[in-house]
């Protein structure tokens, strides 16, 4: 089970830090992504950390900007969003996928946490 916490609203320019808690599994063996489904947009794929490190893989809207780390001791972990506009608003899901490498596909993932919404407004 994944449960992600975090959101709420911030203004342009701002920063958000969402995390993400895993139950039933050990999260460090897994690839994780964060998805965000902005209103009216279909779920997209933002980034990824591979399995038992902290090498991150970005979508081109996020790189820069975004970045997953880990807590393993916790189980959990953490998307820190910078410089945050408008087009970040959305809900976001992290997921599990069962590989070391990462991907892009939602299809690959096949643990998903219900989402935590992001509202980027001045």
């Known amino acids: 089970q994944l449960v992600e916490y975090g959101g709420g609203l911030v203004q342009p320019g701002g920063s958000l830090r969402l995390s993400c808690h895993a139950s039933g599994f050990t999260m460090e063996n897994y690839a994780m992504g964060w998805f965000r489904q902005a209103p009216g947009k279909e779920r997209e794929w933002l980034l990824c950390v591979n399995a038992r490190s902290n090498d991150n893989v970005y979508a081109d809207s996020v790189k820069g900007r975004f970045t997953i780390s880990r807590a393993n001791a916790d189980n959990t972990i953490y998307l820190q969003m910078n410089n945050l506009t408008q087009e970040d608003t959305g809900a976001y899901y992290c997921?599990?996928?069962?590989?070391?490498?990462?991907?892009?596909?939602?299809?690959?993932?096949?643990?998903w946490g219900k989402g935590t919404k992001g509202t980027v407004s001045s």
């Open positions: 997921a599990a996928e069962p590989k070391y490498y990462g991907t892009n596909r939602a299809g690959n993932y096949n643990s």
